[in-house]
């Protein structure tokens, strides 16, 4: 699959693995160290702890454009290059809901 970016082709598709890293107020979903293993189009569910759709709906949209080697720091996602950006849950938590807001760490990995 070719993917073009700011002038550049890239055909390289990259696994992402989104770890939990913190979770803020309560979760009922996740815990810290859970994963999400993202090989795009799909999600891996044998290599998947957990998935909530507040979760999923932060980083869809940032989903396929990583996965094809798209800067996490161009996206806002990190404040360095490289393949580890951050993205947060959409549940506001205490006292606007009863859930609260959960860190995912978003790491790249070259896929063989």
Known sequence: MLFV???????KVYRLVVTVKEVRGRCPVFKVGD?????SPKIVPEKTDA???HALGSMLSMIVAL???ISFKE????VEDGDVGYVQC????????????VLFEVRREAMT
């Not at 970016?5 to 055909?11: K, L, P, S, Y």
């Not at 994963?35 to 090989?39: C, D, L, N, R």
């Not at 959409?90 to 609260?100: E, N, V």
């Open 5 to 11: 970016a700011r002038g550049f082709v890239m055909n």
């Open 35 to 39: 994963k999400i293993a993202i090989e």
């Open 51 to 53: 998935l909530c759709v």
């Open 67 to 69: 996965s094809h080697g």
């Open 75 to 78: 996206l806002g996602l990190a």
């Open 90 to 101: 959409l549940d506001p938590g205490a006292p606007h809901t009863l859930g609260g807001t």
